[in-house]
């Protein structure tokens, strides 16, 4: 099974890490967000992944074409002209980057990459800057199970300021914390039948408006809840966090 990973958009909201390189190559603990989503599928088996790039696109070729230089030892032979490495890569993902272009939305983005999928096959989707301690293979068989053409991983959006409760302009109630009662939304991490890519007409569609929405409305997208960690990394003060959790040597989604 294929991993599809939209690595596109502009990240304006990260704006002082985005106006160089694309947001999933901002890093966290050293390494692109990108590479730790990356792992959270390779713990799960799935190795064969498709970026779907467009905003500064050819940083991600320099990227995966540079990984097993930067990841080992290596001896250069000047006079020669060659190189050794030493150490086996502990890597063995096969990578195509796809160009889809600057402008193109999320689900145009994904229409373009079709040939790069196998006919008929069932494939895992999900976007370009956020982790999460998502079981990949428990997503799948509930899919499965459901027999839905999508299934979309349901969060608890992270709680990032006290809540108020509003009865008109008087306040009823204050949280701290995140109430129990909060809706949940999409947190990536889909799981997609190919049928579903019909429903996409060009490179202006996106996949939550012209995709998600009329799944929802003929009965064919499924919510797997997810109650563990989930963050995305929107904002130089959602990087901080993640960066946070890395170096306390406890970051929730490190499942590898």
């Known amino acids: 099974m294929r991993a599809?990973?939209?690595?596109?958009?502009?990240?304006?909201?990260?704006s002082e890490e985005t106006v160089a390189r694309p947001k999933p190559l901002v890093e966290v603990g050293g390494r692109p967000i990108i590479w730790h989503i990356m792992n959270i599928y390779a713990h799960y088996g799935i190795e064969d992944f498709v970026i779907c790039t467009g905003y500064r696109g050819y940083q991600f070729k320099e990227y995966f074409a540079n990984l097993s230089l930067h990841s080992s030892?290596?001896?250069f032979d000047l006079e020669e002209g060659s190189l050794e490495f030493h150490g086996a890569?502990?890597?063995?993902w096969k990578v195509t980057v796809a160009d889809t272009g600057d402008d193109t939305m999320t689900a145009g983005r994904v229409r373009r990459i079709v040939p790069y999928l196998t006919p008929g096959e069932t494939f895992c989707l999900t976007y370009g800057d956020g982790v999460a301690d998502v079981d990949?293979?428990?997503v799948i068989r509930f899919h499965r199970e459901q027999g839905r053409l999508v299934t979309m991983t349901a969060v608890l959006p992270p709680a990032r300021f006290g809540m108020?409760?509003?009865d008109g302009p008087r306040v009823t109630a204050m949280f701290e914390k995140r109430p129990s009662h909060v809706t949940p939304i999409n947190g990536g991490y889909f799981?997609?039948?190919p049928e579903a890519l019909e429903l996409i007409t060009g490179d202006a569609d996106r996949w939550e408006t012209e995709v998600l929405v009329p799944l929802a409305e003929r009965g064919q997208l499924s919510a797997y809840e997810h109650r563990g960690f989930w963050q995305p990394m929107d904002t130089l003060w959602e990087k901080e966090i993640l960066e946070d959790l890395w170096r306390s040597g406890a970051a929730p989604w490190k499942v590898w």
């Open 4 to 14: 599809v990973i939209l690595a596109g958009g502009r990240g304006s909201r990260l």
């Open 73 to 75: 030892d290596v001896t």
């Open 164 to 166: 108020l409760e509003l």
């Open 89 to 92: 890569s502990s890597v063995h």
């Open 191 to 193: 799981v997609v039948e």
């Open 136 to 138: 990949i293979n428990e």
